[in-house]
């Protein structure tokens, strides 16, 4: 496992964006705000997720929200009618390609593709909750030093299995991110001070793999991550799913009502890619 520790070290190495890849980024949401004051009075936007809390690949999305006065008395339809205009003024501009307004998602949003940098963006309105769960995910990532490494390379796993997107049932960045803490929180090693996470990253990986493709029950149990994290019997809270029970219960730290798992409607793949790449690392480790 020690030589599987150092290709993760070498693997965050590797994908570490560059000044320039972080300054492309910045040039890209100064260029969406340029259009959101034009278009809205008093419109600020903001940068949350993997981006504004230094977790994102290469490839991730830059996602951003948009607040502005006069969005806030807005119903979802008008707020609908808002993202509308939004995309043609981002057309009219010339700065995004591939635009797509998802206007049935729970959380209505613009999917875009930058025309200079191809990097992806997704655009909500007046949805601040992602500004705080940002803050806590960077406080999540203080306290657990092994978060950033394992849940990059188990992004980047789900990324290359188009794996990592809500809306085709796999996982989002939120909850892996909800499963990565809680496996730390929950490792008997770890909070005993038996090991050190820092220093063992390929165990580390290896029983998040293990955990999560082989032995967690997904059909009763969820997945707490406040107070230092715990489980709870999805059946207390109503949450079982007959006609899908793997999908996972992961409860929302911001918001208790909140299950960010319940779109993963495509877990089963999820959960056996998981299990065939522990199978696969295991005989790996052995030879």
């Known amino acids: 496992a020690s030589r599987l520790h150092e290709e993760i070290v070498d693997f965050m190495k590797y994908i570490a964006p560059t000044p320039q890849e972080h300054e492309m980024r910045l040039l890209v949401v100064k260029q969406l705000e340029d259009v959101a004051k034009h278009l809205w009075y008093g419109a600020e936007l903001s940068v949350f997720g993997s981006y504004d809390t230094q977790l994102y690949l290469p490839s991730s999305d830059i996602d951003v929200v948009i607040t ?3 969005l806030t008395a807005l119903n979802r339809s008008r707020l609908v009618d808002e993202l509308f205009n939004l995309s043609n003024a981002l ?3 010339g700065i995004a ?3 797509r307004v998802v206007h049935k998602a729970r ?4 999917k875009i593709v930058d025309v200079t940098t ?3 963006v997704d655009i909500s309105l007046n949805i601040t909750n992602g500004i705080h769960s940002a803050r806590m995910v ?3 990532s203080e306290q657990l030093p092994a978060m950033k490494p394992i849940m990059l390379l188990i992004k980047q ?3 290359q299995r188009s794996m990592n997107e809500v809306f085709t049932g796999g996982l989002s960045s939120y909850s892996l991110m909800i499963m990565t803490v809680s496996f730390l929180q929950m490792h008997p090693l770890l909070q005993t001070g038996r090991i050190k996470a820092e220093e063992n990253l390929g165990v580390l990986l290896m029983e998040f793999l293990e955990l999560y493709g082989t032995h967690f029950s997904y059909e009763k149990v969820g997945i707490r991550v406040t107070r230092n994290g715990s489980y709870y019997r999805k059946v207390d809270l109503g949450r079982v799913r007959p006609d899908l029970p793997d999908v996972p219960s992961l409860e929302d730290p911001n918001d208790s009502d909140n299950d960010v798992g319940a779109g993963s409607y495509n877990m089963r793949r999820v959960r056996q890619a998981f299990y065939g790449a522990f199978e696969k690392l295991k005989l790996a480790l052995m030879q």
């Open 138 to 140: 960077k406080r999540f």
């Open 107 to 110: 959380v209505p949003i613009i």
């Open 91 to 93: 057309k009219r501009r």
């Open 68 to 70: 502005a006065p006069h």
């Open 97 to 99: 390609t591939d635009v």
């Open 118 to 120: 191809r990097y992806p």
């Open 157 to 159: 796993f789900l990324t």
